[in-house]
Every structure is written in structure tokens, then in C-alpha cells.
């Protein structure tokens, strides 16, 4: 298995701009969550999808951000309008129990 | 809010002298489970210990954990430099699958 996979590995993007990132779980595991990273907050919960359907999302900082799962096999995150504090490390990770399979996350800088 | 603490920050080390990190939570948990993360990198499961276990061993690993304490230890036992990374462990919220990351130890293994 190739494992958890994100697109696109580093994003630069300017104040304003809509950033949608993407990811593709692991096949046949039924969790998929959406992780961030900085260095003064460490590693955040955004949201968590169980069999494709938003079962926690009390993470997500505001209204600017979204996650949708369309199928099992797609999750995107999007930030819209994007603003230079969500610059950080953005990771998925997906499970069937529970241990996450981690992705190789995003890095998103926002000028 | 956080729930695991991990202890020390940061932590350097020698090549082949063991290496012993620690976390302390604050509520009731079913789960605790230990991750590590290379420089840039996705975090990796290590092991998983259950709340009716007191130590579980994989390979150089060796994990402790006191519920009365509300605490766990990660044991690396003649380190190498590979084992250079941050060392993270994630507590349930006595429920689902919901974990919740600690800010982590950086452990440095100097050859």
C-alpha cells in the first residue's frame, strides 16, 4: 500500500487566496482525520471523519476553514480566505483502529 | 485542551545509552499511545498501551504506564543515531477515537 497520501507537499499562497488541500486516505480504513502543525501550538485536531461522514470538527479554528469527504477515498481541507497565521504543517492521517497511519503533510506558507 | 504532557522537551543523548521520555495526562484514559516523528516527516505509531496494562515491549522500546499516576514512560534502550526525532504521546478521551498529541520530546542521539 503506498500509504496515506497528500497533495500538494508545500504550498505558497498569498493573503486572500483559497487553499484546498488534499488527501487520500488509506484503502479500507474507515477514520480519516485533518491534523496541524506549528511549532508554538504543536499538533492540532481539526476534524475527524468516520466512514466519510464529519464526526468532530470543534477543532476547526472559523468559519474560513472546511473539510468535506466526498467518498473513502478523497478528504479535502479548504481555507478560504487564507491568511499568513494558517501558515504550519498540515497533516491527514487515516485508521481502522487505533493507530493513525500519518501522511507527509502540507506545508503551507501564506505570505 | 492538551491532555498528554510530555517531559523532558528536549533530550541529548550519547549513542547506545538509553534514552527515557515521560508523559503525564490529566483525565481518565483507555488508551495511550507513543508516536515519533522524523525532522519533516509524518508521525509513526510505536505502540499502543491499554489502560488494564502496565508495560508492553517492541524491540528496543519499553513503555510503562500508571493510572494512579496518570502517567507514562517510553524506555529506547541502546540508542542509535536513527532514533534522533520528536517523541510524542497521544491519551483517548475515554471515548472514540479521538486522540489528543502532546507537545512532544526532541530527542537527539549523538554518535
Known amino acids: 500500500d503506498a500509504g496515506v497520501i497528500q497533495s500538494p507537499r508545500h504550498e505558497v499562497t498569498e493573503m486572500g487566496q483559497e487553499v484546498t488541500l488534499r488527501c487520500k486516505p488509506i484503502s479500507g480504513h474507515d477514520y480519516l482525520f485533518w491534523y496541524r502543525q506549528t511549532m508554538m501550538r504543536g499538533l492540532e485536531l481539526l476534524i475527524y471523519?468516520?466512514?466519510?461522514?464529519?464526526?468532530?470538527d470543534s477543532g476547526m479554528p472559523e468559519d474560513r476553514f472546511s473539510a468535506k469527504m466526498p467518498n473513502a477515498s478523497f478528504s479535502t481541507l479548504k481555507i478560504q480566505p487564507s491568511e499568513p497565521r494558517d501558515s504550519a504543517v498540515y497533516f491527514c492521517?487515516?485508521?481502522?483502529?487505533?493507530?493513525?497511519?500519518f501522511g507527509p503533510g502540507t506545508r503551507l506558507t501564506v505570505t | 485542551s492538551q491532555q498528554g504532557e510530555e517531559d523532558p522537551q528536549a533530550l541529548s543523548i550519547q549513542e547506545g545509552e538509553n534514552a527515557t521520555m515521560n508523559c503525564s495526562y490529566k483525565?481518565?484514559?483507555?488508551?495511550l499511545q507513543w508516536y515519533r516523528q522524523n525532522s519533516g516527516r509524518g508521525l509513526v505509531h510505536l505502540i499502543l498501551?491499554?489502560?488494564?496494562?502496565r508495560e508492553k515491549h517492541s524491540g528496543r522500546l519499553r513503555v510503562t504506564l500508571d493510572t494512579s499516576k496518570k502517567s507514562s514512560s517510553l524506555l529506547i534502550t541502546a540508542s542509535r543515531a536513527a532514533d534522533t526525532a520528536s517523541y510524542f504521546c497521544?491519551?483517548?478521551?475515554?471515548?472514540?477515537?479521538?486522540?489528543?498529541f502532546g507537545p512532544g520530546t526532541r530527542l537527539s542521539v549523538l554518535p
Open positions: 471523519f468516520n466512514n466519510n461522514v464529519p464526526i468532530d
Open positions: 483525565t481518565s484514559i483507555n488508551n
Open positions: 492521517a487515516s485508521s481502522k483502529g487505533y493507530e493513525q497511519y
Open positions: 498501551i491499554r489502560s488494564n496494562e
Open positions: 497521544a491519551t483517548d478521551q475515554n471515548y472514540g477515537q479521538n486522540f489528543v
